[in-house]
């Protein structure tokens, strides 16, 4: 009797570790690591200052502030945010990242926050036929790990596709007519390229994209899977809030000539 009392007594303490060790272990989500590019204007870019601004910083920056929680921006190649997320250096990610059912295997999304389509842009004098045959042999430029990639790779089977780190990477091999062509979510293409006076003599070619087998839902916010259910139902709602309350617009409007709010 006395040992069945013991090891029940064990077996109680047991649980009870376990349980206050899960609970100590489960976040509060008072603080988030949020995983941005900063080299994607408009969306996220470095200033002249070093600082980081653009539409997603102000919008991560904006939900934070929605979630009373003290965000800390960590800036990371798009094709590494993925494994950062994974192995916990991040929290989430706000980085134009599209929500498609690929990604979505390997991590969870908020709600959609924004939705644009793709678009190629090349010389505007270069009279080029956006088409697979049409593109037969051209050099397509792409951002790599971006649905921009997996798109031209499937589509453009017959050109020969250069893959970059940045977006703005293969826009200096555009100019320097390393490349024909590049594609590219068409406000980044707009806003970070065409109206600078880097993209002058340059033009959009071609029609929108926006084919949800490879370019998804519109962008979200990512995060483990783990994570979905109390993180995801924070930034949800925040999300939501924002608007509701205007904000959303009000940084729409500081950034874009257009609604890139989701359909939705």
Not at 17 to 34: C, E, F, G, M
Not at 99 to 126: L, M, Q
């Amino acid at each position: 009797m006395q040992r069945r009392h013991l090891i029940a007594l064990a077996a109680l303490a047991c649980s009870t570790l376990t349980a206050l060790s899960s609970h100590a272990q489960a976040p509060d989500w008072k603080k988030v690591r949020i995983g941005v590019e900063g080299a994607y204007p408009p969306f996220s870019e470095v200033g002249p200052d070093g600082k980081l601004k653009g539409f997603e910083i102000d919008y991560a920056l904006a939900l934070c502030a929605e979630m009373k929680a003290e965000c800390t921006l960590v800036q990371q190649d798009f094709d590494g945010l993925i494994p950062a997320l994974q192995a916990r250096k991040i929290d989430a990610i706000i980085a134009s990242m599209s929500i498609t059912d690929e990604r979505k295997k390997a991590i969870a999304f908020s709600k959609a926050y924004y939705n644009t389509p793709a678009r190629f842009a090349a010389k505007a004098d270069a009279k080029l036929d956006i088409s697979a045959a049409g593109m037969k042999g051209k050099k397509i430029g792409v951002q790599r790990a971006t649905i921009h990639e997996k798109f031209a790779a499937d589509q453009f089977k017959q050109s020969e596709i250069v893959r970059y780190a940045t977006q703005d990477q293969a826009y200096l091999d555009l100019k320097s007519g390393r490349i024909d062509a590049t594609v590219a979510d068409s406000v980044a293409i707009d806003t970070g390229f065409l109206k600078t006076a880097g993209g002058k003599g340059y033009a959009f070619v071609g029609p929108a994209f926006d084919d949800v087998k490879y370019f998804g839902t519109g962008s979200g916010v990512g995060m483990r899977k783990a994570d979905e259910k109390a993180l995801g139902k924070k930034f949800n709602d925040a999300i939501a809030a924002l608007r509701a309350n205007g904000t959303f617009k009000k940084l729409n409007d500081k950034y874009f000539e257009y609604d890139v709010s989701p359909k939705q």
